[in-house]
C-alpha cells in the first residue's frame, strides 16, 4: 500500500498564501492523489485530486512533482476557516475496488 | 443536496453495552463507507458497500461489529458489547463513483464515548 509522509503542523498567517507539502514516495502510476481536510467537529471534506498535471479548483491548487513522489497542495490566501488538518491520500485499487487509506495529516492552523 | 446524514450525534454508553448508528447516504450513491476516527488519528475504513453487497470488511472486527445496508440506501452499523477501545467518531460516507473516483461525502459523524 502506498504510504504518505506529512509534516504534523504548520501555521500560516491569514491572507498569505500556503503551500502544504506530502511525500508519496511509494505510490504507483495509477494511484491518483486525493487531498481532502477536516474542520473541527466534522467529518473529511473533498478538496482536490490530481494524478500526473497540476489541478486548480475553486478551493485549492494541486502541483505534483514530475517524477510524481511529491505533491504540494496550495491555499492561496488562507483565512481562518481554513484552519484543519489536511490529508494527502492515494486513491489506489486494490482487490477489485478503490481505496484510501488516510494518515494523520497535517494540522493547519491560521493566524489573525 | 442534502448532505450525508448520520445520528445519533453524541451517544455515552458503560461498557459491554451494545449501540447502534444510523446512516443515509446522497441519494443515488451506490457506494456506502464506515470509517472509524480516533482522537488524534485519521480515519480508518471498518466496512466498504457497494449497492447493498460488502465489498470490503477487512478491518472490521467482526467479533463486535456488525453493518447492513438493506435495500441499498440507509446503513447501520452496530456494536455489541462495547469495549473502552471502541470510544470514536464514527464516520460515513457515501460516493457516486465505484469506489470514490471523484471523491467522497462525508457526514459530520457520531462520536461514540464508553465509560
Known amino acids: 500500500d502506498a504510504k504518505t509522509t506529512q509534516p504534523n503542523s504548520m501555521e500560516s498567517n491569514e491572507e498569505e498564501p500556503v503551500h502544504l507539502p506530502c511525500n508519496h514516495s511509494t505510490i504507483s502510476g495509477t494511484d491518483y492523489i486525493h487531498w481532502y481536510r477536516q474542520l473541527p467537529s466534522q467529518g473529511p471534506e473533498y478538496v482536490i485530486h490530481?494524478?500526473?498535471s497540476n489541478v486548480n479548483n475553486r478551493m485549492a491548487s494541486l502541483a505534483i512533482a514530475e517524477d510524481r513522489k511529491s505533491s504540494t497542495l496550495i491555499l492561496h490566501r488562507a483565512t481562518l476557516r481554513d484552519a484543519a488538518v489536511y490529508y494527502c491520500i492515494p486513491h489506489y485499487y486494490t482487490s477489485g475496488t478503490y481505496k484510501y487509506i488516510f494518515g494523520t495529516g497535517t494540522r493547519l492552523k491560521v493566524l489573525a | 443536496e442534502a448532505g450525508v446524514a448520520q445520528s445519533p450525534r453524541y451517544k455515552i454508553i458503560e461498557k459491554r453495552q451494545s449501540v447502534a448508528f444510523w446512516c443515509n447516504p446522497i441519494?443515488?450513491?451506490?457506494?456506502l463507507y464506515w470509517y472509524q476516527q480516533i482522537l488524534g488519528q485519521g480515519p480508518k475504513l471498518l466496512i466498504q458497500?457497494?449497492?447493498?453487497?460488502?465489498?470490503?470488511d477487512s478491518q472490521l472486527p467482526k467479533d463486535r461489529f456488525s453493518a447492513e445496508r438493506l435495500k441499498g440506501v440507509d446503513s447501520t452499523l452496530k456494536i455489541q458489547p462495547a469495549k473502552l477501545e471502541d470510544s470514536a467518531v464514527y464516520l460515513c460516507?457515501?460516493?457516486?463513483?465505484?469506489?470514490?473516483?471523484?471523491?467522497?461525502?462525508f457526514g459530520s459523524g457520531t462520536r461514540l464515548t464508553v465509560v
Open positions: 458497500f457497494q449497492n447493498n453487497g460488502v465489498v470490503d
Open positions: 460516507a457515501s460516493s457516486f463513483a465505484p469506489g470514490g473516483y471523484y471523491g467522497y461525502t
Open positions: 441519494s443515488g450513491h451506490a457506494t
Open positions: 490530481g494524478l500526473t
